[in-house]
């Protein structure tokens, strides 16, 4: 098959997708838990994360002395408002089947409100200029943690095993939708921090802090989940994230860490890695964004 061709620039607008889960198994990769649950923490992870940036970015959007990369910023608001929402949906799912995420859910949540919070600085040396630094530093980690899921959207979007597993096919549309539309704004934090700050060793720092404090909150969500399924509680095997990654061709833990490397170079960008073209080609395709789609034009 042809290449497709990359284009110049999309323009970025929020999907409002939604999904039935009504049917959806507790194991939705049928038999293997693990693969399953290593994938829903996600669901775990991503609502209250991408509130997170929703709020830093609105922030941030009177900083922006660029049009251009403003409309892009408001476009990212928008879908990360929408991913949001649409994962919470599936952890909602789980709640009524008897798996409650609100003890994992709850430490993400303090993370991102209390810990990565708004600071009061009145009373302090240049207290504006110290809030202005604190926003551009937290947007370095955002751009961090995008260039991570950016490198898992691709993944999801190249992933022909889990169809061949027979995997659920709403799921399948909530990561691949999803995952496409991480890769078609994989740019915008970095180019947002660049436009702010762009020094080097900030998210060079940033970086060797996200790589890290991410694998560590996926390894205890893949716990978390494991040990309160409630179809039967057990431990992760060491054997069981090379299963994933020989049979779905998954990436495993020491993958995901090397995978920041090129984060690293002075050169980089995101535009270097992942396809523009094959995320709107999915876009296209996708049942709910179609379904979205033509809800918006009635």
Same mark, same amino acid.
Do not use: C
């Given at each position: 098959?042809?290449?497709?061709?990359?284009?110049?620039?999309?323009?970025?607008?929020?999907?409002?997708?939604?999904?039935?889960?009504?049917?959806?198994?507790?194991?939705?990769?049928?038999?293997?838990?693990?693969?399953?649950?290593?994938?829903?923490?996600?669901?775990?992870?991503?609502?209250?994360?991408?509130?997170?940036?929703?709020?830093?970015?609105?922030?941030?959007?009177?900083?922006?002395?660029?049009?251009?990369?403003?409309?892009?910023?408001?476009?990212?608001?928008?879908?990360?408002?929408?991913?949001?929402?649409?994962?919470?949906?599936?952890?909602?799912?789980?709640?009524?089947?008897?798996?409650?995420?609100?003890?994992?859910?709850?430490?993400?949540?303090?993370?991102?409100?209390?810990?990565?919070?708004?600071?009061?600085?009145?009373?302090?040396?240049?207290? &504006?200029?110290?809030?202005?630094?604190?926003?551009?530093?937290?947007?370095?980690?955002?751009?961090?943690? &995008?260039?991570?899921?950016?490198?898992?959207?691709?993944?999801?979007?190249?992933?022909?095993?889990?169809?061949?597993?027979?995997?659920?096919?709403?799921?399948?549309?909530?990561?691949?939708?999803?995952?496409?539309? &991480?890769?078609?704004?994989?740019?915008?934090?970095?180019?947002?921090?660049?436009?702010?700050?762009?020094?080097?060793?900030?998210?060079?720092?940033?970086?060797?802090?996200?790589?890290?404090?991410?694998?560590?909150?996926?390894?205890?969500?893949?716990?978390?989940?494991?040990?309160?399924?409630?179809?039967?509680?057990?431990?992760?095997?060491?054997?069981?994230?090379?299963?994933?990654?020989?049979?779905?061709?998954?990436?495993?833990?020491?993958?995901?860490?090397?995978?920041?490397?090129?984060?690293?170079?002075?050169?980089?960008?995101?535009?270097?890695?992942?396809?523009?073209?094959?995320?709107?080609?999915?876009?296209?395709?996708?049942?709910?964004?179609?379904?979205?789609? &033509?809800?918006?034009?009635?």
């Amino acid at each position: 098959m042809d290449e497709l061709e990359e284009p110049d620039r999309v323009s970025l607008r929020p999907r409002d997708v939604e999904f039935d889960w009504s049917a959806l198994p507790m194991h939705w990769i049928p038999g293997d838990p693990y693969t399953t649950h290593l994938l829903n923490v996600l669901h775990l992870l991503l609502p209250e994360g991408e509130r997170w940036f929703v709020r830093l970015f609105t922030q941030a959007l009177p900083m922006i002395r660029d049009e251009r990369l403003a409309e892009e910023v408001r476009g990212f608001i928008g879908q990360e408002a929408v991913h949001a929402e649409s994962h919470q949906g599936v952890l909602d799912h789980f709640t009524a089947h008897g798996l409650d995420p609100e003890p994992y859910v709850g430490q993400v949540r303090w993370l991102f409100r209390h810990a990565l919070g708004e600071r009061d600085f009145t009373g302090r040396r240049n207290p &504006e200029r110290r809030r202005e630094e604190r926003l551009i530093e937290q947007v370095a980690g955002v751009a961090a943690i &995008e260039h991570f899921t950016a490198v898992l959207g691709d993944m999801i979007l190249n992933s022909p095993g889990l169809d061949a597993a027979g995997a659920d096919p709403t799921m399948l549309d909530l990561l691949r939708w999803h995952g496409a539309e &991480e890769v078609e704004h994989r740019a915008v934090a970095f180019d947002l921090y660049m436009h702010l700050d762009g020094r080097y060793w900030r998210r060079a720092k940033l970086m060797l802090v996200v790589a890290p404090g991410m694998l560590a909150l996926w390894i205890k969500g893949v716990r978390f989940l494991m040990a309160n399924d409630p179809t039967g509680r057990r431990r992760p095997r060491l054997t069981d994230p090379l299963r994933a990654t020989r049979r779905y061709g998954l990436p495993g833990p020491g993958r995901l860490l090397r995978s920041f490397l090129p984060y690293l170079r002075r050169d980089y960008h995101p535009s270097q890695h992942g396809s523009t073209s094959q995320a709107v080609a999915y876009l296209a395709s996708s049942p709910a964004a179609k379904a979205a789609d &033509e809800r918006g034009g009635r």
